[in-house]
């Protein structure tokens, strides 16, 4: 009977093991002073090999990356969300367009002014989708806290 027990707890271990959530994508959000007032938010986003993230501007079918910011009245956001990373563009026959994507990290920056000397948090959420060449993952949406100090 003790084996009977032992081999279902080892299954039911083994078991949950694989049905963990696969999550290729990790984040490193935070903030660089650029002058008096004016920092650079910048979310990182390191993505595990085979897989890639898809751009904001991508083409018809995945989702692409997103970002929402909750209103902070002492902060202007100025600009769009610039992508710095090796931008890859291909003809998807899944999507049947062309996407835009980036392999391994990219990061995306967002100039933010503050109306005032003060220290205080920008926050909001990020979306994003993730696919290898076999299968994608569903959208994930993740929130963040950059300090700017």
């Known amino acids: 009977m003790k084996k009977i027990i032992f081999a279902l707890i080892v299954l039911m271990s083994v078991l949950n093991v694989f049905a963990q ?3 290729p994508v990790s984040w490193k959000f935070e903030s660089k002073k650029k002058s ?42 100025d600009g769009k969300i610039a ?26 920056v967002q100039t933010a002014k503050l109306k005032v000397k003060a220290n205080t948090t920008v926050s909001g959420t990020v979306e994003y989708m993730v696919c290898n060449d076999e299968e994608c993952l569903p959208p994930v949406k993740r929130s963040f806290e950059i300090k700017l100090q």
């Open 36 to 77: 008096d007032g004016v920092y650079e938010l910048i979310a990182t986003a390191t993505v595990e090999k085979p897989w890639h993230i898809y751009s904001q501007f991508t083409g018809k079918g995945p989702v692409p990356t997103k970002f929402t910011f909750k209103a902070n009245p002492l902060v202007v956001l």
């Open 83 to 108: 992508e710095i990373g090796k931008l890859e563009k291909v003809n998807d026959p899944n999507f049947h367009s062309e996407v835009a994507f980036f392999s391994n990290s990219v990061q995306f």
């Open 21 to 23: 959530p696969k999550n």
